[in-house]
């Protein structure tokens, strides 16, 4: 989503986190070869995004389920929001029958649990988008 975000919102800058730097120099090649000069994939924390200044969205595209304290890097992140700031969470609808962790627990995500982190990291739900069949998109706004 990068990629499409930072031809969406250019000359703004898009900050691309991964925590494996494997796949930050596989970004910053994606950089070079793509010429879009506002994405800056930066090697993040597994506690911490590491961002270098507050942003307007943090993103998040199947990849929470991965975050072993979800609620607390969730709250990590909402204060590297700005005022108003969002942040959004596309995560698998964990009873969908195509849905390779329905019978891996730790994988899972739902979206009572992740009203309950948000409302923690001081978030409230703005919008509940029904994009996807196979799974949900939720945005939360920085109070």
Do not use: C
């Not at 943090?58 to 700005?82: C, E, I, P, Q, W």
């Amino acid at each position: 989503f990068a990629w499409p975000i930072a031809k969406a919102v250019a000359p703004a800058t898009v900050y691309a986190v991964e925590v494996d730097q494997d796949f930050v120099t596989l970004m910053q090649q994606r950089v070079k070869e793509s010429q879009l000069s506002n994405v800056r994939p930066l090697l993040g924390k597994f506690d911490d995004p590491t961002l270098p200044e507050k942003v307007d969205l943090a993103f998040f595209s199947d990849v929470l389920h991965h975050v072993a304290n979800r609620g607390a890097y969730l709250k990590t992140v909402a204060g590297y929001l700005k005022p108003g700031g969002r942040i959004a969470v596309i995560e698998l609808d964990v009873p969908h029958p195509n849905s390779p962790h329905k019978n891996h627990p730790d994988q899972q995500v739902t979206k009572p649990q992740l009203d309950e982190w948000m409302t923690a990291a001081g978030l409230t739900k703005a919008s509940d988008i029904p994009l996807f069949e196979d799974k949900w998109f939720v945005i939360y706004r920085k109070r």
